[in-house]
């Protein structure tokens, strides 16, 4: 094993300089009863990284992990070791920065699954023998003790600024937003990428190549249960996935870690903020409201808290609060969504300022910016003042991929902005 990955299996990236323009909120999975009264079913599994690294680096990420937080944990550490121990710098092109984040996504897969190599092949080696019934109990206990110890995995939405150019590679579900406030006072928001789930064609299209049954696939709704089709870790749909009924007629490996990369946007001159945001905190969401508004109600949110936190840490716990809040509202309420709104799994938002002025007036450390006026409405419950935010949300066209990296940057070309009025907002598909 390289020095590389020996070092991303210690905790050592505490000692990295944390990056100080962003902020993170999280909340615990959540099951509620008859009463409303909610349970943590089990702990929490996501992940989340924001460091500085040399020559004008920063590195950003939000793990959703699933089965346990070994994988989110792991993958969190890995990636970190893999992008910023100098394998970056300022002279990197284009293709360059592509070719390093594939390569350290596909050394985070290969470095886990090299940790759990023993336990797995205890396990086969346990599986294949037939013990006496008196050591049966002996046994069973065994193989439950290494299932836990090897099972899990996580999907990862990661952004990269080099060179003030921003960056985004994704695997799985969850999302990122980029939203720019522009000399008008709109904010133009961009959801960069699509998430890799059971009811995306390309995603579907590249399993029908492989021989899988995609209207099968699609129907479902999950796979090993999950919905993504791309993830870190989960060794059943790696090395076991000919055991799966979907994926039985699959000619390789149909569930890949590959990432998805856009980029790069130029970030110079722009004023706003970047947000990271777990399958969960996005599913709270539109499983409360549907997922016609999901992005308008978090961008929302944000721009009202940002308007009167004092800290990015403390504006982005208080956006999770409130969806939070709204999930639970909606189910003691009765109404026709409560059906979908029974439990949540762990959500985590990662915000990510570009020039963008706090509450207090205090400039964050890019300098610059201000806060423009808003006009989708919103108000927080800890405060009788509202606040609203003008949007044209614009969705990446899906383009073909070459070798998980888009042919043309869906982040620059390809992009249409509605001019919208002061209370209006618009999705755009293009």
């Known amino acids: 094993m390289s020095a590389q990955r020996e070092t991303c299996q210690k905790s050592w990236t505490d000692d990295l300089p944390l990056c100080q323009m962003c902020g993170v909120g999280t909340a615990p999975n959540c099951v509620y009863g008859p009463d409303g009264k909610g349970t943590q079913s089990h702990t929490n599994e996501d992940g989340h990284l924001g460091f500085r690294g040399e020559d004008g680096c920063f590195l950003y990420g939000v793990f959703n992990g699933y089965d346990g937080s070994r994988v989110a944990n792991f993958a969190s550490q890995c990636l970190t070791a893999e992008l910023l121990l100098g394998q970056l710098n300022s002279s990197h092109t284009d293709n360059d920065v592509r070719r390093i984040l594939t390569q350290a996504f596909d050394v985070v897969e290969k470095s886990y699954f090299e940790t759990i190599g023993d336990a797995l092949a205890e396990k086969a080696d346990l599986s294949n023998y037939l013990l006496p019934h008196n050591e049966n109990q002996k046994f069973q206990e065994r193989l439950k003790e290494l299932e836990q110890e090897v099972s899990g995995g996580a999907t990862a939405v990661v952004a990269l600024i080099l060179n003030n150019k921003l960056y985004i590679a994704n695997v799985g579900s969850n999302r990122a937003l980029l939203c720019k406030s522009s000399s008008d006072g709109q904010n133009q928001v961009l959801q960069i990428g699509r998430p890799h789930s059971t009811d995306n064609d390309e995603e579907l299209q590249r399993l029908a190549a492989l021989g899988v ?142 020039n963008y002025v706090l509450a207090d007036g205090a400039l964050t450390p890019t300098q610059g910016g201000r806060i423009y006026p808003v006009s989708v409405p919103y108000s927080n419950s800890q405060s009788t003042s509202k606040t609203s935010v003008t949007l044209s949300l614009v969705m990446p066209s899906q383009g073909t991929l070459t070798n998980g990296t888009n042919t043309a940057s869906t982040l620059e070309e390809g992009l249409t902005f509605a001019p919208l009025g002061p209370s209006t907002a618009m999705l755009i598909y293009v």
């Open 213 to 354: 049954d995609s209207a099968r696939v699609r129907q479902a709704g999950q796979i090993a249960g999950q919905s993504s089709t791309r993830r870190l870790g989960d060794y059943r749909v790696k090395f076991n996935y000919n055991e799966i009924d979907l994926l039985s007629a699959a000619k390789t490996r149909p569930v890949i870690a590959e990432p998805e990369i856009h980029g790069s946007q130029s970030l110079d001159s722009v004023t706003g903020f970047l947000l990271l945001m777990s399958e969960g905190l996005i599913n709270a969401l539109e499983s409360a409201h549907g997922p016609e508004q999901a992005n308008q109600e978090i961008v929302a949110m944000v721009a009202a808290e940002l308007a009167q936190a004092a800290s990015l840490e403390a504006a982005a716990q208080s956006v999770v609060d409130r969806v939070k809040r709204v999930h639970h509202d909606v189910y003691v309420s009765g109404r026709q969504r409560a059906t979908y709104c029974s439990r949540h799994e762990d959500m985590t938002l990662l915000i990510r300022t570009l």
